[in-house]
């Protein structure tokens, strides 16, 4: 299928920075997601979190400072967003391992290791379309350690969201393509503006 295109290239510093200082302008009800996301991990005792799709730390930032003790890697294909979420985090910043790559390719998650829980925030369509979220969604439960969680935060399409059905998935395809990837206890935890929250377990309670 034919990728839809990115009007930015994240990989340049000054896109990336534009994206950056523009997106909490855009949607400040972000911050409900973030402690929605530091309330699950806390819920679920996580001690190692892997971010899909870090981006400019804002994620990053928030939950390593709720959670001192948490090992956080942050994975992203720039590297300038890699150097902003350094800027954001500051002393922090070497809490956090950063690993550049792109869950586009084959076999991203190889050698990534095993985690207690998966987030990802805004990042999943950057697949570039919703027909590829599932091998997306099917690499991320095989990085989870038995029992661990996945909290996944997207843009949805229709109505009163977004308006590309070839990137975006549908409220109903998201659950969808959760539970097709053999995550079990699926359930939407919060939906403000266009953005859904999912909560995943790898296991089956």
């Not at 530091?38 to 971010?51: D, F, K, P, R, Y």
């Not at 207690?116 to 690499?139: C, G, P, W, Y």
Request: charged letters at 20%; hydrophobic letters at 40%; proline letters at 2%.
């Amino acid at each position: 299928m034919e990728e839809v295109q990115s009007p930015i290239d994240l990989k340049q510093l000054n896109d990336a920075r534009t994206w950056a200082d523009e997106v909490m302008e855009k949607r400040p009800y972000r911050t409900d997601f973030f402690k929605a996301f530091e309330s699950q991990l806390i819920n679920h005792n996580a001690t190692s979190v892997l971010e899909l799709g870090s981006g400019p730390g804002f994620l990053a930032a928030h939950i390593v400072n709720a959670i001192p003790k948490i090992e956080y890697t942050a994975y992203d294909f720039s590297d300038a967003m890699h150097l902003l979420a350094k800027e954001r985090l500051g002393l922090n910043a070497g809490k956090v391992k950063f690993v550049t790559g792109s869950f586009k390719e084959q076999n991203w998650e190889v050698g990534l290791g095993k985690y207690n829980a998966i987030v990802t925030m805004q990042a999943a369509h950057e697949v570039r379309h919703k027909n590829n979220v599932l091998d997306l969604f099917n690499s991320a439960k095989n990085l989870l350690s038995e029992g661990g969680i996945f909290l996944y935060c997207d843009h949805f399409y229709g109505e009163a969201g977004m308006q590309s059905n070839n990137l975006y998935m549908s409220t109903l395809e998201q659950e969808q393509c959760l539970v097709q990837a053999g995550f079990f206890e699926v359930d939407k935890l919060l939906s403000i503006g266009t953005l859904n929250l999912w909560f995943a377990s790898s296991k089956n309670s």
